[in-house]
């Protein structure tokens, strides 16, 4: 995890561009695809309550599944910030400075309530 | 984008541990989080075409939009990927490494195939 | 429920042709809208363990917004399924012929395995 | 078409009920499961624009796939229906009373835009 976002992005469009695969990308196609993956990794937890995916993640055949489809999500997001002109940490940082608003830690603390159930 | 996952994957810990909503943080519920807010990142795509999305990109107000959803996606991809044990960028590149294997640049090239149609 | 599949579509089409949005309704919008959809219902599910969700459902204010969700979703079902010429009783049968070869009543009875892991 | 929601319902949970997997099946498993499939079924649209979907379509092996996918996504939505008390056809009357209210024809008519944007 010592990788910066950065770096990373740079070799995932390396191996897009390579493949010429960057006409298909288009934030509509991304987003797309960003929502099929999730769906994928999603799959991996279906069926299994909390303690089975615990001990499933102890395999590491099964944590390996999981491996590869977080690493698809991250792709697709890495490649749909870039052709949305975005910086994913910079994205990331605002939108917690927005949530720090939205749920002040004595009011959000051990909650799951949405905000505007706060 | 200099920021490297570690720090940024820190970053968010701390607020979510602030917060205390770690005991919601399963990895199902996660899973289950990230497809929902990849939902939500399609919803600003959709009825609009290739073109329009473009020019939408334009507007600082509509790009702040998706750079709110993209956070929100990789917050949940983070704090997952720490659920369950996995370095975002290793996978990252093991997953790029075994479609290099099904996606070899002269059969892939300029394709949108399937490597299973290739 | 007494409603045929036939019947509620045709409503569902009169209410989209009454405001023209046929055009927008190509089957990659579609399912793209089903998916969105997909999501906020999930979202009423978030959270909640499955008490909580036995509980909060019975609460009439609680089964509306759950109910809206699934109507949503139902709808984009139907209007994508007829931009596919597709109809949905048939499809689902067809597809149930084929789950019971997959899933035999004595090797899937209680058991959430995949059909290639039985 | 010709079939009803009840009818429909009935045979999948008659499916469901002799492989004895009801205790799978709590809502938020359901819901997760319908979104999954959801991907599943945008998979086929992915990198094909509209007007190679609808050549797609008059492939009947292509058709078959998408009717595949659009069954799992009716099967989920019937049965999560039934777990939660609640009908779909009157879900879908109500909500497009809703929705009749939030788009007028007159303000709606050919147009995409979200309510609150009208």
Same mark, same amino acid.
């Given at each position: 995890? $010592? ?5 990373? #992005?740079?070799? %995932?469009?390396?191996? =897009? @561009?390579? =493949? ?11 987003a ?5 993956? $999730? ?9 299994? @309550?909390? +303690?089975?995916?615990?001990? +499933?993640?102890?395999?590491p055949?099964y ?7 977080l690493?698809?999500?991250? %792709?697709?997001?890495?490649?749909? +910030?870039? #052709?949305?002109?975005? +910086?994913?940490d @910079?994205? %990331?940082? $605002? ?16 909650? $799951? ?6």
């Open positions: 995890m $010592a990788t910066t976002f950065d770096e990373l #992005a740079r070799e %995932v469009l390396r191996f =897009r @561009d390579e =493949r010429e695969w960057g006409r298909f990308h288009t934030p509509k196609n991304l797309m695809g960003l929502g099929i993956e $999730a769906g994928e990794l999603a799959e991996l937890f279906l069926w299994k @309550d909390d +303690a089975e995916i615990a001990e +499933a993640l102890r395999d055949a944590r390996e599944k999981v491996a590869h489809e690493a698809d999500v991250q %792709v697709y997001l890495l490649v749909l +910030a870039h #052709a949305s002109g975005i +910086a994913l @910079d994205a %990331v940082r $605002a939108k917690m400075t927005l949530n720090a608003q939205k749920y002040p830690v004595e009011k959000a603390r051990g909650n $799951a309530k949405k905000y505007d159930e706060l």
